[in-house]
């Protein structure tokens, strides 16, 4: 990796990481536990890459909007309703931790100069690029499809057995969360190629063929979204209390059970989900490219 890139790159990603997450913050994106690992994130994935930070820059700032539409709605529904959102440096890393890892991975292999996926020149690569690409897919396509499918008239349905539950339950999808989870993981894919024209050198034939992540990026976000509800549907609790009025996600007295076991948290689930969608982008970028 040259020197001098590397230098005014990680300067770069300091200045710009340290702004934005003291914005994050102030404006309740964050909470301050969430603005300090979000700094360190942003830092990294800047540094090792301006095209990688971009694809982190674009899930943080569509999916903090996205948390922010409807609040009045939603403060009914959500078990842990924060106004703004408030993630903490759990649900950051939850969602950045296993992309801070390759991007950094990649620039050691790479000398940190942005490159066009081509399994031709080297497979590896290849795959750890998709694996980043179907990360950030997953992560918005999954915030997407929370935030907007919650608003839908539509009653959700149970992903596992179709049948009918209430809003908030773990695994219910409806049609327009579907749809979000498909538009989160487009803009992904759309900033890679955006943002590539400018950063990475290709043939005209590979420049061309870098398109195809578009549909593969709406595609991982319709898949991540999916994922998430499969876990969250079988290996997630939700019940409803009767007390509070909402769907929550522990047992008590006044909880009945709606679906799910008391295997994973949300938190563990966002994981596991982002896991398998990143290996299979991964797979399917070695594959198309």
């Not at 940190?112 to 998709?130: A, E, F």
């Not at 043939?203 to 990026?217: E, G, N, R, T």
């Amino acid at each position: 990796m040259a020197t001098a890139s590397l230098a005014v790159r990680s300067a770069f990603g300091v200045a710009l990481a340290a702004l934005i997450a003291a914005r994050a913050v102030r404006r309740r994106s964050l909470d301050a536990s969430g603005g300090a690992a979000g700094f360190a994130v942003m830092a990294l994935h800047l540094a090792c890459g301006y095209r990688y930070g971009a694809l982190l820059l674009a899930f943080f700032f569509t999916s903090s909007k996205v948390t922010k539409i409807g609040e009045d709605r939603k403060r009914r529904v959500e078990e842990d309703f924060k106004e703004g959102g408030q993630r903490n440096w759990i649900q950051v890393l939850a969602n950045s931790a296993i992309a801070t890892v390759l991007v950094i991975l990649l620039a050691i292999m790479t000398g940190g100069q942005d490159q066009c996926l081509d399994s031709n020149g080297s497979k590896v690569i290849t795959g750890i690029i998709g694996a980043i690409i179907g990360h950030y897919c997953c992560c918005n396509g999954d915030t997407w499809s929370s935030e907007i499918g919650v608003l839908s008239d539509e009653q959700p349905r149970l992903v596992t057995t179709l049948k009918p539950v209430r809003k908030g339950t773990n695994g219910g999808v409806t049609l327009q969360g579907l749809l979000a989870a498909t538009a989160g993981g487009l803009t992904i894919g759309l900033t890679f190629v955006a943002v590539g024209l400018m950063t990475a050198e290709c043939s005209f034939d590979m420049s061309f063929q870098q398109l195809l992540v578009i549909p593969i990026s709406a595609t991982a976000g319709l898949l991540g979204s999916l994922i998430d509800s499969l876990l969250g549907a079988t290996l997630q609790f939700s019940g409803y209390c009767s007390v509070r009025n909402k769907v929550v996600s522990k047992r008590g007295p006044t909880v009945t059970k709606i679906s799910g076991m008391t295997i994973l948290d949300n938190d563990a689930v966002n994981a596991v989900s982002v896991l398998l969608t990143s290996v299979i982008t991964a797979y399917a970028c070695i594959f198309f490219f």
